[in-house]
């Protein structure tokens, strides 16, 4: 306890200089501690001042105090050997030591920065550099690099400066290298003797250490980084506009055009895409979808979904019915990706737009008096989701109207809600006139769209042009209700005749439509439940001949036995007929048709 009182009065240094040199000292291998020699003083003995005052207790003066701390050390203790102190910075010499590092090192000084110092390195890219001439003077690699207004700024204002990837020429060297440079406030001490022998010492210099750091390796790397993502993305955008429609199917009633727009060098390619296809009967398909994602992977799935679609839209499937067939087909594709997606159809003889919505944004509808509007629900979850029943709507598009289909691209910014996006959408379409080519173009720069723009997007416009005059003319449509038995036959016959040569039809054309009209109507009557129509239209490329009733089955084509009464009259109008086809009706029933194309004027 004595022990423990006193040691506390030791300043840790000391205690542990005394513990040292006591384990040094020799013990007995043994029995109790060896008594100190008597010459030593006791340990109580503190040493004074020279006035008197008494010192702080060593070693020295307490030998058998640090020795009860050996006790519990190791009795086989050996003597430590003794250790070099390591070499002080200020022992090292600067200029072995810039002279060493593989890094460029320039010291200037003074306001036209003159040149005290260059390292091995910097005369090995540069050359040698006399010393004391200006830098734009001895270092004119410095000036071509643009370093001397930054060694300026260094100097008034104290503060280090860095500038970055800096390309030096190779010259006699194999390849050009590259260097990061930092300009630091230094103070140059100097040399020689004091102009004045009564001044003490000579103010330093202000100057500027220039360090330069090769970063070649890390260039190039990155350089082959980007090469590759260029690649990669090159291949994406490929990919997306090879599954693209290369060229727009034109329908007889509509003008329609689409434009694609990848996202910039910085954004991965995405999975937008659009679509076209006639269905026949002069009815149109017209698609828009995104999917979600980027990369390849986003484009493959958006291939799949769009030959899915034109599979599909060759059905003639009602809208809401396509859209359900594509949900499931997208969670078999890829449950992961999620896909929206609207399907719209134009039917001219209804002069509507039936569509359906698979978490889309609205189609945005413009009228002959150019009010916008956007199409009204129902929308449903995005593709891939499942266990939704999609439904259809529709929007009246009549002739002299308009409508737009996108993507988000299109309207959503990060900064602003998407409703403030198609807002400005619907403004900027209001007053976007010419040709749908032309609106397309117009919106993108109303939206503000750039080749850097960070997302995809994708425009389908079309219009339903309203004709006048002798376009007109080639634009027509006639209609007879089927009433009656066997009596409807004769008079659609006639009804057809008629129209055909008010049309001013070749005799040939004239007696094919006659034929196709009294096959339909003749099976739709054999076949068929009332109500039944014959309707007859010609656009400027094609006459088309629809016969419509109650009952939803649908015809299709067979070989007839010679020994069959029936089943014949599908086979003959598929054979003079360009085309024909059948659908169902929205309200139930059917729709059969059949299409001759019109010889060019």
Known sequence: MIFTRWSAK?????????????????????????????????????PAT??????????????????ARAERADTASQELTPVALPPTVDALSVHDILGTIPALVAVVYGPEHRLAYVNGAYATVFGPRPAGHTAREALPELD???????????????????????????????????????????????SGPAPDPEVACVAPHKGVLVFGAEVTDQIESAERLRVSEARQREAAVT????????????PDDLCVAATYQPGGTDAAVGGDWYDVITLGGGRTALVIGDVMGRGVRAAAVMGQL???????????LPPHEVLQLLDGLAAEIDASQIATCVYAVHDPNEGRLVYASAGHLPILVRDPQGTVRRAAEPTGPPLGTGGWLHTSGSVPLAPGSSAVLYTDGLVERRDKDIDEGVEALERAFA????????VCDRLLRSLG?????????????????????HEAELFHNAALELHGGTEAAPRARAFASGVLASWRFSPELHDLGVLAASELVANSLQHGTPPMRLRLRRTDRRLIIEVTDGDDHLPRRRRAEPADEAGRGISIVATIASSWGSRRTPGGGKAVWCEFALPRA
């Open 10 to 46: 030791f300043p840790g240094t000391q205690r542990r200089a005394a513990a040292r040199s006591d384990r040094a000292a020799p013990r007995p291998a043994s029995g109790p501690p060896a008594t100190p020699p008597a010459a030593a003083p006791a340990p109580s003995a503190t």
């Open 50 to 67: 020279a006035d008197g005052a008494p010192t702080a207790p060593t070693a020295a003066t307490t030998g058998s105090v640090p020795a």
């Open 144 to 190: 071509e690099l643009g370093l001397l207004p930054l060694m300026d700024q260094v100097l008034r204002s104290g503060k280090p400066r860095t500038v970055k990837s800096r390309k030096i020429p190779g010259g006699d060297r194999s390849r050009d290298a590259y260097y990061t440079f930092t300009c630091t406030p230094i103070e140059v001490a100097a």
């Open 239 to 250: 990919l997306q506009r090879s599954l693209l429609p290369q060229e727009l199917e034109q």
């Open 306 to 316: 769009r030959t899915a679609v034109r599979a599909y839209a060759r059905l003639d």
């Open 431 to 438: 007053g976007a006139a010419g040709a749908p080519d032309i």
């Open 449 to 469: 769209i750039t080749a850097t723009h960070d997302d995809d997007v994708a425009i389908l416009v079309l219009q339903h042009p309203e004709r006048t005059g």
